[in-house]
C-alpha cells in the first residue's frame, strides 16, 4: 500500500509541475528568439530525462545491475516514441503529425543515428576493443550529441530569419517576464527532476515481485516509471498549442538517454557497458529505430486527415511497441 502511496504521491507532482514547465519552456523559447525546437531538445529533454541519468548511474555503481541501466535508457526511447502516438489520439481533428514543422526531422535523424550504434555495438558484444574501461562508442556519443545541439540551434535560427522576413511574430506572453519566466522554470524544473528521481525504486520495487528478469524490469517498469515526465510535459505542450515543443521533447529526450548511456558507461568501471548486458536489448535499440523512422514518414508526409481514432503513422507506431513487448516478453 505504501509503495502505491508513494507512487500516485509522485506522479501527482511530476502532472502538476511538469504542466507548468511546458507553459515556461514556451515562454523562453519566444523570448529568446531561440525557438521552440531548440528549446525542446535542450531545456525540457534534458529537465524531463534526469530521472533516467539518476537511475543509469545508481544501477552501474551502487547497484551494480548494468541491464536496468541499459533497459531504462532504451525503452525510455521505445517509450517516447509511443507517446507520439497517445498525443495524436488526444489532439483534434488532424494528424499531430501535420501540425509539426519539418524541423523535427532534424533531431530525429540524429536519434536514429545514435540508435543505430547502439545496435551495432550490442551486436558486437565483447568483440568491440574498449579505450581504456570505456567502449568506443562512447566518445561518438557525447561528440554526435553536442553536433546535434549546434545543428539544430543554427537551423532553427535560420528558419526563424526567414520567418522574420516574410510575416511579423505574434508574442503570447508579452504580460511575462524572461526574468519570471526563468524562475518560474527553475521552481518547477526541480520539483519534477526531486518527485521523478523516487519513480525508478518504486517501480522496481513493484517489479521484484513479478519475478522476470532484469531486462524486461529495465525496459519496461523502469522505463515507464522514469519516462512520466515526458509524458506530462509532451501532453500539457499539446493542449497549450505546443506542438513543436510537444514533439521535439520526445525526440530530445531520446538523444539525450543516449548520452546518458554514455554517462552510464565512464562510471562502469569493469568495461564496456555494452559489452557486459543482454544482447536482448537490441530488440529495444531496434524497435526504437523503426518507430523513429515512421515518425518521420508521417512528418514527411503531412496527412490532412485521421482514419480513425490515430492517424496511420500513429498506428504503425503503436503496432512496433506491442511487437516490441511481446518479444521481450518471450526473451525474458
Not at 46 to 54: D, H, I, K, R, W
Request: proline share 3%; charged share 10%.
Amino acid at each position: 500500500m505504501l509503495l502505491w502511496i508513494a507512487f500516485i504521491v509522485c506522479t501527482s507532482v511530476i502532472f502538476y509541475s511538469g504542466t507548468r514547465l511546458s507553459k515556461y519552456g514556451d515562454i523562453i523559447a519566444e523570448k529568446t528568439g531561440l525557438g521552440r525546437t531548440w528549446v525542446g531538445v535542450v531545456l525540457m529533454a534534458s529537465v524531463t530525462s534526469l530521472p533516467e541519468l539518476v537511475t543509469g548511474i545508481s544501477s552501474v555503481t551502487y547497484a551494480n545491475v548494468p541491464d536496468i541501466a541499459v533497459g531504462d535508457v532504451l525503452g525510455s526511447c521505445v517509450f517516447n516514441m509511443f507517446i507520439i502516438s497517445f498525443l495524436d489520439a488526444i489532439h483534434r481533428p488532424a494528424p499531430i503529425s501535420a501540425r509539426a514543422h519539418h524541423g523535427q526531422v532534424l533531431s530525429a535523424g540524429f536519434g536514429i543515428l545514435l540508435l543505430s550504434i547502439v545496435a551495432v555495438s550490442l551486436f558486437s558484444g565483447r568483440r568491440i576493443l574498449p579505450l581504456g574501461w570505456i567502449g568506443p562508442y562512447t566518445l561518438l556519443f557525447v561528440v554526435i550529441y553536442f553536433i546535434a545541439m549546434r545543428l539544430v540551434y543554427f537551423y532553427e535560427k535560420r528558419q526563424i530569419s526567414v520567418f522574420m522576413k516574410e510575416v511579423a511574430v505574434e508574442l503570447k506572453y508579452e504580460g511575462i517576464s524572461m526574468k519570471t519566466a526563468i524562475f518560474n522554470y527553475t521552481i518547477n524544473a526541480v520539483f519534477v527532476v526531486v518527485a521523478a528521481v523516487f519513480l525508478p525504486k518504486i517501480g522496481k520495487g513493484i517489479a521484484e515481485v513479478t519475478g522476470l528478469g532484469q531486462t524486461f524490469v529495465g525496459n519496461i517498469f523502469i522505463a515507464v516509471s522514469t519516462s512520466i515526465p515526458e509524458v506530462v510535459v509532451s501532453m500539457a505542450a499539446v493542449k497549450m498549442g505546443a506542438i513543436d515543443l510537444a514533439i521535439e521533447n520526445l525526440f530530445g529526450s531520446n538523444i539525450f538517454n543516449i548520452f546518458i548511456l554514455a554517462l552510464d558507461d565512464i562510471f562502469f568501471i569493469k568495461g564496456p557497458l555494452l559489452s557486459f548486458v543482454n544482447p536482448n536489448h537490441i530488440i529495444s535499440a531496434l524497435s526504437a529505430i523503426t518507430m523513429t523512422t515512421i515518425a518521420i514518414i508521417g512528418l514527411t508526409y503531412r496527412a490532412e486527415k485521421k482514419p480513425l481514432l490515430l492517424a496511420w503513422d500513429s498506428m504503425g507506431i503503436s503496432l512496433v511497441y506491442v511487437i516490441n513487448l511481446m518479444l521481450l516478453y518471450t526473451l525474458r
